[in-house]
């Protein structure tokens, strides 16, 4: 099946099968055997990082997955080093990424850009986040946590915690989920950050069974897996919205006091006031692995794309 992948844009994670991202997670195990060795799997090849906003996970595991299986790695971290600055269009600025590399990670503010990208490009173009819409390598390396911390990510009960109204990686987590059976999924947020109606719309139609609700105290005693998200600051169109907004949810060792022994706290990262820093510490602490596994599922997903052998 690892044809399916092969030159194949990455935009949503609802682009993809459950029997699909099983397939990246097994490649994604023998990425992680092999994650201390340089591999020339992907020699001869040159991956484009197009990083129109800031990023720190994203941009560079894309860019270790890569340098570590071999391929040549160019691109940029912001718009004020290329030639948008000079007015130059995205349209033109992806063509020529295009003519230089075999492949492009893009991420930009704007929701649809990546999907706009892969319109251009005769090249796969991979989604490193659009807006507020998709993340779809997140989602790729949650689930692949959730298995990894759980053995399944089926009849497990989630809770989705935080900005759930801005935030592209819980609304792709929460797409990732409608792929498998979770038993319950809680979207925990203040009513200004509620999830989308899109968001909302689809956990409905594939008959996920979820609730929304605002204090995380009455529900966590349930839940598994808690993922936890910041509220978007940069995403807001109204700063007042934001003020009004910031500060409204906290993870403390004090409200995990009441939760499973068994749970394990997952945030995409960065994290910014949300969770207690004497959390990091705890027993459910699990992002900072979350974090790591981006670079051996990158690995798996560069290969599949490009159709080497791992
Ligand atoms: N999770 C994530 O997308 O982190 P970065 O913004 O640092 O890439």
């Known amino acids: 099946m690892n044809g399916s992948f092969m030159g194949r844009d990455v935009i949503s994670i609802l682009d993809f099968k459950r ?14 055997k092999l994650v201390d060795r340089k591999l020339r799997l992907l020699e001869g090849k040159v991956v484009s990082l197009a990083f129109f906003e800031p990023s720190t996970r994203t941009r560079m ?6 340098r570590k299986l071999g391929a040549d790695v160019i691109g940029f971290s912001s718009e004020e080093s290329i030639s948008i600055a000079k007015g130059e269009n995205l349209a033109d600025t992806v063509r020529m990424l295009d003519s230089y590399s075999d492949l492009i990670v893009i991420r930009h503010k704007l929701e649809g850009a990546a999907k706009f990208a892969s319109e251009i490009a005769l090249n796969p173009v991979i989604n490193g986040g659009d807006g507020k ?8 390396i949650d689930l692949y946590t959730v298995r990894e911390l759980f053995s399944e990510i089926d ?13 592209r990686a ?63 600051r940069e995403r807001f ?6 003020e009004k907004a910031k500060g409204t949810y906290k993870i403390t060792l004090k ?15 960065p994290k910014v006031d949300e969770i207690e ?23 798996a997903l560069l290969t599949m794309v490009l159709g080497g052998e791992l």
């Open 19 to 32: 029997e699909e991202l099983e397939e990246l997670f097994e490649l994604s195990d023998r990425a992680r």
């Open 61 to 66: 595991s894309f860019e270790v997955a890569a």
């Open 133 to 140: 819409q998709h993340h779809p390598t997140q989602a790729m």
């Open 155 to 167: 009849g497990l009960t989630y809770a989705i915690v935080g900005d759930l109204r801005y935030g």
């Open 170 to 232: 819980a609304a792709s987590f929460i797409y990732a989920l409608t792929l498998f059976k979770p038993l319950k999924v809680y979207l925990v947020s203040p009513p200004i950050l509620s999830a989308r109606p899109e968001v909302t719309s689809l956990l409905k139609s594939r008959g996920i069974v979820f609730e929304e609700l605002s204090k995380l105290d009455e529900v966590i005693e349930e839940v598994d897996v808690m993922y936890v998200t910041r509220v978007q």
């Open 237 to 242: 169109p109204d700063p007042t919205e934001y």
């Open 255 to 269: 409200l995990l006091e009441k939760a499973k022994h068994s749970l394990k706290i997952l945030h995409p990262l």
């Open 277 to 299: 820093l004497s959390v990091d510490n705890s027993k459910h602490a699990a992002y900072f692995l979350q974090a790591s596994l981006g670079v051996p599922v990158r690995m």
